[in-house]
């Protein structure tokens, strides 16, 4: 039930095209999706975020679309850009701004965005 | 830029010997994390920290221990490294501003022959 199941695993995408990255969870406790960005060698960055009060969260090429009722998130990224080539993670965790509020994260999609 | 400094950021070590991990920060936040990252299995919390001297197991604690004296230093220790160890640890710090977001650091690539 602490699970965040991510998917797909690799996904690739022709410039100006669309990337979409699907996570589904099960705990109805979780009240806090981020989204991570991590490119080789580094580590992940927060990239954009929501809490379950909104359906979609927009920030430039990036957006969360969100799900309550079928407990699923997705990340969209638009106008997809050879720059955009990285790993993304999901990632849920309850008690936002709590006392521990630890992250449970999906198990990642490498996308590769062809010139 | 978090302030957050990894020591040593490669290791190569055998099996059986201990490994300590540093994981520095400079900006005196009070929650600091463990995680390793595995093809596959994504990020797993190894411990964490809630303050000075007050530390918690995470998902995959087997293995590890952890030491928190100063605000600043949050420490991972391997007492006898295995193969399965071999990985790349992150550390993490959250600020309490952002509420749930981590700032993690460059990484620690550990590898036990």
């Known amino acids: 039930q602490q699970q965040v199941k991510q998917s797909p695993q690799s996904l690739i995408v022709q410039k100006g095209g669309i990337s979409i990255i699907n996570c589904a969870y099960e705990?109805?406790?979780?009240?806090?999706f981020p989204w991570y960005q991590q490119f080789p060698g580094k580590g992940p960055a927060l990239l954009i975020a929501?809490?379950?009060?909104?359906s979609e969260k927009k920030e430039g090429r990036f957006t969360i679309s969100f799900n309550k009722s079928a407990k699923q998130f997705s990340l969209h990224i638009m106008d997809s850009q050879p720059g955009d080539s990285a790993t993304y993670f999901c990632a849920a965790s309850m008690n936002y701004g709590g006392s521990q509020g630890n992250l449970i994260f999906g198990k990642g999609t490498k996308l590769s965005v062809k010139p | 830029d978090a302030g957050i400094t990894q020591s040593p950021r490669h290791k190569v070590t055998e099996t059986g010997t201990p490994v300590t991990l540093r994981c520095h920060q400079t900006e005196n936040h009070r929650y600091m994390y463990w995680y390793r990252q595995d093809p596959g299995h994504g990020l797993r919390l190894i411990h964490y920290?809630?303050?000075?001297?007050?530390?918690d197991k995470g998902e995959v604690s087997d293995g590890y221990s952890v030491s928190r004296s100063k605000t600043e230093d949050f420490l991972l220790t391997l007492e006898s490294a295995t193969s399965s160890q071999t990985s790349v640890y992150f550390c993490?710090?959250?600020?309490?501003?952002?509420?749930?977001?981590?700032?993690f650091g460059e990484g620690s690539r550990l590898t036990v022959l």
């Open positions: 929501i809490r379950p009060d909104v």
């Open positions: 920290s809630y303050g000075v001297k007050d530390t």
């Open positions: 993490a710090i959250r600020s309490g501003r952002g509420g749930g977001e981590l700032f």
């Open positions: 705990n109805t406790a979780f009240d806090y």
